[in-house]
């Protein structure tokens, strides 16, 4: 499985992103599918989930700000980000897992999903 995300740039504060990522594999069949980030001398951290069924999820410190959803017919996973801060600098990585239950497991567990694309970085000048 291969995913590219796109979208990546500078952005000032308060301005909003919407980034992009495309799947090598109908992203329909995936039980889950997400965005981490990883800020410079920080772990990584899920920002968003969407599950088969359309549940999403938005990590607290985005909440109010980010929207996660899909286009099949695009076969692409997006995430809206409004409001940017500095503290949204970062990295950016998609992702995606085909494993049952994988939705649980990333939102209520802190699992990692399986397959990860090489990140976009997001800049956001203050």
């Known amino acids: 499985v291969q995913l590219a995300e796109s979208g990546g740039g500078l952005v000032q504060a308060g301005g909003s992103l919407r980034l992009s990522c495309t799947s090598s594999?109908?992203?329909?069949?995936?039980?889950?599918m997400g965005w981490y980030r990883q800020a410079p001398g920080k772990e990584r951290e899920l920002v968003a989930a969407?599950?088969?069924?359309?549940?999403?999820y938005c990590a607290d410190t985005v909440k109010g700000r980010c929207t996660i959803f899909r286009d099949y017919a695009k076969n692409t996973l997006y995430l809206q980000m409004n409001s940017l801060k500095s503290e949204d600098t970062a990295v950016y990585y998609c992702?995606?897992?085909?494993?049952?239950?994988?939705?649980?497991?990333?939102?209520?567990?802190?699992?990692?999903?399986?397959?990860w694309g090489k990140g976009t970085l997001v800049t956001v000048s203050s």
């Open positions: 992702a995606a897992s085909s494993a049952d239950m994988a939705y649980t497991i990333v939102t209520v567990t802190g699992g990692d999903l399986d397959y």
């Open positions: 594999e109908n992203i329909a069949n995936f039980k889950a």
């Open positions: 969407i599950s088969p069924g359309g549940s999403t």
